[in-house]
């Protein structure tokens, strides 16, 4: 790898580092308790390791894609207050007047869960080689692909439909409740599947390894645990 391709990780990295304060500002929980704040503490230590060891992996060991995987997670939780920043400052009054309102309110929503999907089961899909164990294991990563989408898909009709009766539907006011509740019956099915999967990978790998990678898939147990 050129230095030129060595800098870009780390440029994502410090970026997400230097950002990380934001969801402290903007996170969801209430930090003025204290599991509100011990939760905001390991959220902020979760992205900074992720943004740090991502880095790390990526420019030393370039052909695994678990430094890629961890570089992305960092990257869309900080983004995803990032877009919840926009959100608060582009809705002053409840109105969502500045332009582009809407997507940053699906956007500080998804672009958070996509983070933790790739950190809590695709990693743990392809740790420590950064493969999968075998072709027939693609078909989890295309549930959970579709699971993303429905989730962005009931994020975004969920987000119109509290604009009120002005808002743009790709479906009938109607047709919601019913589309909403298929859309998070899938959610649901996948997060099972894409969990489950995870740990049967987890567990196939750590019968199968020896030596270094025994040592390693004990480590993401210890980490898991």
């Known amino acids: 790898m050129s ?16 950002l990380t304060p934001l969801i402290v500002v903007f996170s969801d929980s209430e930090t003025d308790t204290l599991i509100g704040l011990v939760a905001t503490l390991l959220l902020i230590a979760g992205v900074g390791s992720m943004s740090v060891v991502g880095a790390l992996l990526t420019t030393r060991v370039p052909g695994n894609s678990i430094g890629y995987l961890l570089l992305a997670a960092g990257a869309l939780i900080v983004a995803s207050s990032l877009a919840s920043m926009y959100e608060v400052l582009a809705d002053p009054r409840g109105e969502g007047s500045w332009p582009g309102y809407e997507l940053a309110r699906v956007f500080s929503e998804t672009l958070f869960i996509y983070g933790i999907v790739i950190t809590v089961v695709i990693v743990p899909l392809v ?20 699971g993303m989408v429905a989730i962005t898909l009931s994020t975004a009709i969920g987000s119109e439909t509290s604009l009120g009766e002005g808002a743009r539907l790709p479906v009938g006011r109607q047709q919601v409740p019913t589309v909403m509740a298929l859309l998070e019956a899938f959610n649901a099915i996948s997060a099972f599947i894409g969990l489950g999967a995870a740990a049967a990978a987890t567990v196939i790998r750590f019968r199968r390894s020896r030596g270094i990678e025994r040592q390693q ?3 993401l147990v210890a980490v898991a645990s």
């Open 3 to 18: 230095a030129g391709a060595k800098r870009g990780p780390w440029m994502v990295a410090g970026a997400s580092l230097a």
């Open 127 to 146: 740790f420590p080689t950064g493969r999968l164990l075998g072709p027939r294991w693609r078909w989890v990563v295309w549930i959970l692909i579709a």
């Open 217 to 219: 898939m004990k480590w």
